[in-house]
């Protein structure tokens, strides 16, 4: 149905990531659940950092990790590059571009907090691996905030292109739903209660999954826009439309033609110049109707 295009990057980041993780659940449910030396007293699940720090768990969580991060931080890269090129809706304002320079700078942070938690162990190095975990979870919710402000502006400025709408309100649902569970992540953790703290972990983490998927119905619109005929025209911008009306105006009140394309309030519109209804002073009044010149 749909050409391979740049929805395949967040598609193929989620399942790499998704396959990482039951990859090593799975494994540890094969070889009959072993308690390992990283385990707190009383705990049976393990944390997803527990099986990464074991000798067949880490090659996989390094490798499905960082090739999940590099190429999800790739589609913050290409929206970027999409938008700029018109295959996606133009941004109108600088701020906006801006928002997505920041939503790009934390998730690269983000990326490189996972990769070095993959890396330094939580048996080895269990305070680099704790601090680079929170570096992870901060930085992708951060960067959803600067993408679901984008989004709200680029909403406001396209009203009729309802994929930002949706895609705003799936981001910023990721963003509730994840910090209240980071929140009762660290709250089980620093009661006790293992247990309850490693199985809120993989659900972060699997939740994370659908975050990285809710970028496949950003690049939708780039399906369409292919071909440069098809793509989005640049915003008119605020200052154009003041511009139109006030020559509109000072026409109008020299009783002349207005040789104008008109205010279009920020959307891209074809005007044809008013020749046809143009009156002058001098002009012989109409036998036919009223005139609706204005002098």
Not at 10 to 18: A, E, T
Not at 63 to 80: H, M, N, Q, Y
Not at 145 to 162: M, N, P, T
């Amino acid at each position: 149905m749909f050409g391979l295009s740049y929805w395949f990057l967040p598609l193929f980041s989620g399942c790499v990531w998704l396959g990482t993780l039951l990859a090593m659940l799975g494994r540890w449910l094969a070889i009959g659940s072993p308690i390992y030396s990283s385990f707190n007293t009383g705990q049976t699940y393990p944390y997803i950092s527990d099986i990464g720090a074991t000798s067949w768990g880490k090659p996989l969580f390094i490798a499905g990790s960082a090739t999940s991060v590099v190429v999800f931080d790739l589609a913050f890269i290409s929206e970027r590059w999409l938008r700029h090129k018109g295959r996606l809706t133009q941004n109108y304002s600088i701020s906006e571009k801006i928002l997505s320079g920041f939503a790009i700078a934390f998730a690269l942070i983000g990326a490189a907090g996972l990769i070095l938690l993959t890396i330094f162990d939580t048996v080895r190095y269990p305070r680099v691996h704790v601090s680079m975990l929170v570096v992870f979870i901060a930085a992708y919710i951060i960067s959803a905030i600067f993408i679901c402000a984008e989004y709200q502006r680029l909403g406001v400025r396209y009203r009729d292109q309802r994929i930002l709408a949706a895609s705003f309100w799936i981001k910023l649902a990721f963003i509730f739903v994840e910090f209240a569970l980071a929140i009762s992540f660290g709250v089980m953790s620093n009661q006790g209660r293992y247990n309850r703290a490693a199985v809120l972990e993989w659900v972060i983490s699997l939740i994370y999954i659908f975050y990285q998927w809710s970028f496949i119905i950003d690049f939708l619109p780039a399906i369409r826009t292919r071909n440069k005929n098809d793509r989005y025209p640049p915003p008119v911008k605020r200052t154009d439309d003041e511009m139109a009306m006030q020559t509109e105006a000072e026409g109008n009140m020299l009783g002349g033609p207005v040789y104008t394309a008109g205010g279009t309030n920020g959307l891209a519109q074809d005007a044809a110049p008013a020749y046809a209804n143009a009156r002058y002073a001098n002009a012989p009044p109409s036998t036919t109707g009223r005139s609706s010149t204005n002098f």
